[in-house]
């Protein structure tokens, strides 16, 4: 290569190629997936759920613990207040989900009944009630009070002894302690303590003996249910928010205009026309139509090109339309028209002609660092007897066709002199708004200390369709 | 506990408040939108599903095309749908639910309501029309024994009959009926009820992303100051007050 295409590079890079915007979008597309899914494992794992008693900091001497660590007996004859016989599950309830629950079924209500169920922090003393001692929340059986903190219980629900089966929840949307017994939710309390919560479950009198399930069993309560209902509660709150009437109209309009998708545009414009009562967008929408007018049928054209794998001709057009996009041939967006040339010529077979115009075109982005990744991906291609199936084959896509038309497309924008923010030709209206929403959900779920579930578009997108 | 220490523990709260409000600047905002990833099918996606289910079969047809996503739902039963939806727009009721039943005669048999309310819009049509002999008849014979299972059915009938009791059927007190709204209602609710029974979600999913937009921004705007956007039609982001 020149020295004076290394110096033009460069100048290109100073001004914000905005092709490479796409490349990065291509780059190594799958393996950023992989990493993704890596990623959420990882928090998965991270997130282990109890699933057993701990026997090391229970209160010894007071219970007796089975060896499966899932049973629990007080032992004792029961003198005072600091003899209770307490003890945590293994592990914190897991918070990144949008509930987390157990329940006890109480085999024997023993002498007193005096069981209890709830939340204690890591440092809880280990020989009182849960609910006696500060970050501390229990439901106890034999007054039906909760205790939050004190000595002192609230009214809450009924008692429950022998047969009965309790259970204790976080929610974490509600930011919220719940109590069920016998399948029926008793009521919830706000949850007002920090840090990790351990499900914690106490006896108290000779013979009190409880079984907990961490869910290793089927819960008596029907969690699901009530998860689903918890998510319809937030989407209804979110439906009672209006938003202007046309303004999905206006947002669907601006990405069929932003992307050059002409031919539905017209169907669109003619049918929005004949509604009753027609939709009259470009008044009272707020969209700046003049920036993604522009050009329209050129972008319409380049773009069915290179989704037809056409890629000769698109080069052709695009010198006799907008030679400054193609002028400088070592560009982004050169490099991506020329890769994507060479993957059409690997996809019909052509191999030899696809070496030859590699040689020509692609090894001079060899040694660039923020090519090479991609160059490396095609060459790849040639190695591969079905290539569609390799690692690279993500290459022979439609996305990566529709990635280069975007480029295009976006290059093409960005010759409109009255476009006001290069930002503008890269991001439709939809796009920049869904950015914001992804972005504050984030945002929200990291000031919260992460509880709750995980924001993630495409889970909303694919979503079960409500029947 | 005194006045002084009252107010002492006041502001000690304000102080707290206002200091766990973190405040992200417009440089740092910017940099978390673009590290955000929205993949380009995903928006393709939600835009064929607003076209399919606002009904905009041809549109939905080129997107196919243009852009290479697969509709949700079978295009032709869209054709089908909006067939009913604009029989009713255009006040032929009797067409309508006739095509409804050609689609699925499940869907009015389990939707007593619907059926209810188709009925009464072909009430409306009548009275619209001037046919008042023919309108009476219907009433008594199609709309008022349902009436009598259900008193909902029975003041919605009541209130439909009185246009009859007006000469100025324009502005009297029900004269809403006969307003354009209420066929525009009664096509909605048979539109979704056919998207129902096709189990296709009967509202697209932008506009409730756009509301979860404006829902995630308030719940941010406790605990944090950042850029907002405050016009969705122009998906500006406007710096925060503070």
């Not at chain 1, 869910?215 to 009672?240: H, N, V």
């Not at chain 1, 009272?284 to 000769?312: C, F, M, P, V, W």
């Not at chain 1, 994507?340 to 040694?367: K, M, N, P, T």
Request: glycine share 6%.
């Amino acid at each position: 290569m020149s020295e004076s295409n290394g110096n033009s590079r460069r100048r290109n890079v100073e001004d914000q190629d905005l092709g490479l915007y796409f490349l990065e979008a291509c780059k190594g597309r799958e393996m950023k997936e992989r990493e993704k899914e890596k990623v959420k494992e990882e928090e998965e794992e991270e997130e282990e759920p109890p699933r057993e008693l701990n026997t090391i900091n229970s209160s010894g001497g007071f219970v007796v613990v089975s060896t499966d660590k899932l049973s629990v007996k007080y032992t004792n004859v029961n003198l005072h207040g600091h003899d209770v016989g307490v003890i945590q599950a293994n592990k914190p309830a897991p918070t990144k989900r949008l509930i987390y629950y157990f329940e006890i079924h109480v085999k024997d209500a023993g002498v007193k009944g005096q069981i209890a169920i709830g939340f204690t922090s890591e440092t809880f003393k280990m020989r009182r009630q849960p609910g006696w001692e500060a970050n501390s929340c229990g439901y106890h059986g034999d007054d039906g009070l909760l205790y939050r903190g004190h000595g002192k219980g609230e009214a809450f629900g009924p008692t429950y002894t022998s047969g009965d089966v309790v259970g204790a929840g976080i929610n974490y949307a509600a930011q919220e302690f719940f109590f069920t017994k016998n399948g029926q939710v008793v009521g919830s309390v706000s949850k007002d303590m920090k840090g990790p919560l351990f499900p914690t479950i106490a006896v108290h009198s000779q013979n009190e003996e409880v079984h907990v399930n961490f869910g290793q069993k089927p819960f008596t309560f029907d969690l699901k249910e009530f998860e689903a209902q918890e998510r319809m509660k937030q989407q209804l709150k979110i439906e009672e928010i209006s938003v202007p009437p046309n303004v999905s109209y206006g947002i669907v309009r601006s990405y069929l205009l932003h992307y050059g998708y002409e031919d539905t545009l017209n169907s669109f414009d003619v049918a929005s026309k004949s509604t009753v009562p027609p939709i009259y967008i470009a008044q009272e929408s707020g969209i700046d139509e003049q920036e993604i007018t522009y050009a329209l049928n050129h972008r319409k054209t380049l773009r069915q090109l290179i989704r037809k794998g056409n890629l000769d001709v698109a080069f052709g057009k695009l010198r006799e339309w907008y030679p400054q996009i193609v002028e400088d041939n070592t560009s982004a967006t050169c490099f991506l028209l020329h890769c994507q040339h060479f993957i059409e010529l690997v996809r019909v077979g052509a191999l030899e002609e696809a070496v030859r115009y590699g040689r020509i075109e692609l090894s001079s982005f060899y040694d660039l660092p923020v090519f090479k990744d991609l160059v490396q991906d095609c060459v790849a291609l040639l190695a591969y007897e079905r290539p569609l199936e390799s690692s690279v084959g993500y290459l022979l896509k439609d996305s990566q066709r529709e990635v280069v038309a975007d480029t295009v497309n976006a290059m093409i924008l960005s010759t409109n002199p009255n476009m006001k923010e290069s930002k503008h030709c890269l991001q439709s209206y939809l796009e920049r708004l869904l950015r914001q929403l992804t972005a504050c959900c984030l945002e929200r779920r990291a000031l919260n200390g992460e509880q709750g579930e995980a924001f993630q578009l495409q889970r909303l997108l694919s979503s079960s369709r409500r029947g | 506990m005194s006045l002084f220490w009252l107010v002492i523990r006041q502001l000690a709260e304000i102080e707290a408040m206002a200091a766990t409000k973190k405040v992200i600047t417009r440089e740092e905002w910017e940099k978390r939108l673009n590290d955000v990833r929205i993949r380009k099918e995903d928006m393709n996606k939600l835009v064929m599903n607003f076209l399919v289910t606002e009904g905009y079969v041809e549109a939905a047809e080129k997107f196919r095309m243009e852009s290479g996503t697969e509709p949700d739902i079978d295009l032709a039963t869209i054709t089908d749908r909006m067939a009913v939806k604009k029989a009713v727009q255009n006040g032929n009721v009797e067409d309508a639910i006739e095509k409804v039943n050609d689609l699925n005669p499940e869907i009015l048999d389990t939707n007593p309501q619907l059926f209810f309310h188709l009925q009464q819009q072909r009430l409306i049509e009548l009275i619209r029309n001037g046919k008042v002999e023919e309108a009476l008849e219907f009433a008594q014979e199609e709309l008022a024994p349902r009436g009598e299972e259900n008193q909902s059915f029975l003041d919605e009938l009541e209130r439909t009959v009185a246009l009859l009791a007006f000469e100025d059927v324009a502005n009297c007190p029900v004269g809403d009926l006969l307003d354009i709204s209420q066929r525009l209602k009664t096509a909605s609710e048979v539109n979704a009820a056919i998207l129902t029974s096709q189990s296709h979600e009967k509202d697209p999913k932008l506009p409730s992303l756009l509301k979860m937009l404006i829902w995630a921004q308030n719940q941010l705007d406790e605990k944090a100051s950042y850029p907002r956007i405050n016009d969705l039609s122009t998906a500006m982001l406007e710096d925060s007050a503070v």
